[in-house]
């Protein structure tokens, strides 16, 4: 049997990842159907025909997996990106951030949550561009959108970005906060839980 096994960062959806690593982190799910299924989710494969691989085979084609959503390999921050037609910025100043969303970031990113709200955490610091000043742009305002608007973001993120927007966000969105901690008087918010889990939070910034 072939399997189309990922190898860039590109290949792999914010859903895919999210589901494999629900599925890690489950503790009542043995290693053998968390191996299965997990490239199954990757291999776009049911678990049934992944259950006809060799499980040497199948062991490599999971540490492989594995190696790339847990890597430390960096990735450039795409500060725009565009799905179903509607671009999204990313956030133009992590410093002018609104206070309701760092709460929101703050509260996505606890080890226990990360995971489930990847997506959630996504429509946060990429938003809908509303106007464009040449090399500049605004992006509309996260705390006043309609939570009918947010969810659909979400939902789109979910299912089109990939992890190489995802790991370029959050190291960039980590750089910027560490830094802004070093040159303040330490009450500017910093998200430390972000890098509790290895699996794209850290993109290689420690």
């Known amino acids: 049997m072939k399997l189309k096994i990922p190898t860039e960062l590109s290949d792999i959806t914010l859903e895919q990842v999210q589901k494999v690593l629900l ?42 997996i594995f190696s790339m959503i847990n890597g430390q390999s960096t990735a450039p921050l795409h500060q725009k990106v565009k799905y179903l037609g509607r671009e999204y910025g990313f956030i133009p100043d992590v410093r002018d951030m609104e206070t309701g969303a760092f709460v929101d970031i703050d509260e996505m990113a606890k080890p226990n ?38 969810e659909e973001r979400q939902a789109i993120f979910l299912k089109h970005m990939t992890l190489d927007v995802v790991r370029g ?38």
Do not use: W
């Open 23 to 64: 599925i890690d982190e489950n503790p009542e799910i043995d290693l053998f159907p968390k191996v299965v299924h997990s490239v199954a989710i990757m291999t776009g494969r049911t678990p049934h025909e992944i259950g006809q691989v060799i499980y040497a085979d199948l062991e490599q084609i999971y540490t492989k």
């Open 113 to 150: 949550k990360y995971a489930e709200n990847l997506h959630k955490l996504m429509a946060v610091l990429y938003r809908p561009i509303e106007a464009e000043f040449g090399n500049y742009y605004r992006l509309k305002s996260y705390v006043n959108e309609h939570p009918k608007e947010r």
């Open 169 to 206: 966000a959050t190291g960039f969105f980590l750089l910027v906060t560490h830094r802004c901690l070093n040159i303040s008087d330490g009450s500017f918010p910093v998200l430390p839980n972000l890098t509790v889990t290895e699996a794209i939070r850290g993109a290689g910034i420690t």
